[in-house]
């Protein structure tokens, strides 16, 4: 069983950064496909950016240029920086672990765009 956890969210003024982090725990870390997604009010789950356990990267198109997925396998943990963050990007953030048909998800960390 793998648990994940995020942290590193919060509020933050439109033009601002957060760095997002999820520690894993349980399974072997470095063979995980993980992703980060996000659910804004109203809204349905949406990929945002994800990476492979060789460090192959992908980006939403609203990502793309202001955010950067990066995995520390020595650490179990992959990050999100942010940057030039907008109101729209409001949402709550999770984090999924995939290996296989499996699948596992975190608790999610809510990120406020506002000024």
């Known amino acids: 069983q793998v648990q994940l956890v995020e942290s590193g969210g919060g509020l933050v003024q439109p033009g601002g950064s957060l760095r997002l982090s999820c520690t894993a725990s349980?399974?072997?870390?470095?063979?995980?496909?993980m992703g980060w997604y996000r659910q804004g009010p109203g809204k349905q789950r949406e990929l945002v950016a994800s990476i492979t356990s060789n460090g192959f990267t992908n980006y939403a198109t609203s990502a793309k240029g202001r955010f950067t997925i990066s995995r520390d396998n020595a650490k179990n943990t992959v990050y999100l920086q942010m940057n030039s963050l907008k109101p729209e990007d409001t949402a709550v953030y999770y984090c999924k672990a995939n290996l296989r048909a499996y699948n596992y998800w975190g608790q999610g960390t809510q990120v406020t765009v506002s000024s």
């Open positions: 349980g399974g072997i870390f470095s063979e995980y496909f």
